[in-house]
């Protein structure tokens, strides 16, 4: 089967080489879609040198910062019109360990039709991060749990990998949304489309180098989106903009 990774990234110019280097290292028949929107520090100068020379690394340049999940979704829609029969995401700061990719393939292999990188399963864990960020996180699954009445453990994570047919009944296009509410959105459908969903145990690293690109903004709006989407299942009405099409 033939895996492709899609890797958004924004100024991840300490971390893209190596992580390239690292997933081959896991997955050398893999490709990689990274979609850069646009990084001044010169992330998508690195990653076209290391195309120039390896035809399973690709990359995406967009003119301007246009969000995480519409990096995601581009990176997915290419790899998909070129084949790829398990398609899948990940973060380009080393916080999920290309070594673990065998492990989500695997769950694949064995029936499931999404496989998800999990730190809230047994054998799971999150290192490095401060106690604000494990409640922060934790109690951001649990009311998306509780509220989109959710059996998986990790709805925010970002690492996963889809099989094809599961990846076009989703059509996660019609999620109206970004970062974190883009996750757990997207953890809903698989769930409600009734695809079968596997987590597997990963351990979780707080990023190597450069910035996180979490901020109270992100934080708000994935919690005025979940608040929505909880009130348009209960009462079948969009307050504001649908966030489903």
Known sequence: MSVWLAVPTYNESENIGILLDKIFQSLPNANVVVVDDNSPDGTSRIVS???????????????????????????LDYASKLGGQILGHMD??????????????????????????????????????SLYRKILSQGANWLARKLLSLPVRDCTSGFRLYKHDAFAKLNLHRLKVEGYSFLYLS?????WEGLKVSEVP?????????????SRKIIAEAAIALIKVFLWRKTKKWFGTPLIE
């Open 202 to 214: 990963i351990v979780f690293f707080d990023r190597r180098h450069g910035k996180s690109k979490l």
């Open 49 to 75: 040198e290391m195309a120039a020379v390896d035809k399973r690394i690709h990359i995406i340049c967009r003119p301007i910062k246009l969000g995480y999940a519409s990096a995601v979704l581009t990176g």
């Open 92 to 129: 380009a700061d080393f916080s999920h360990d290309p070594k673990e990719l065998p492990v989500l393939l695997e769950a694949l292999k064995e029936g499931a039709d999404m496989a998800i990188g999990s730190r809230y399963v047994t054998g799971g864990s999150v290192e490095g991060w």
């Open 187 to 191: 953890t809903a459908l698989a769930v």
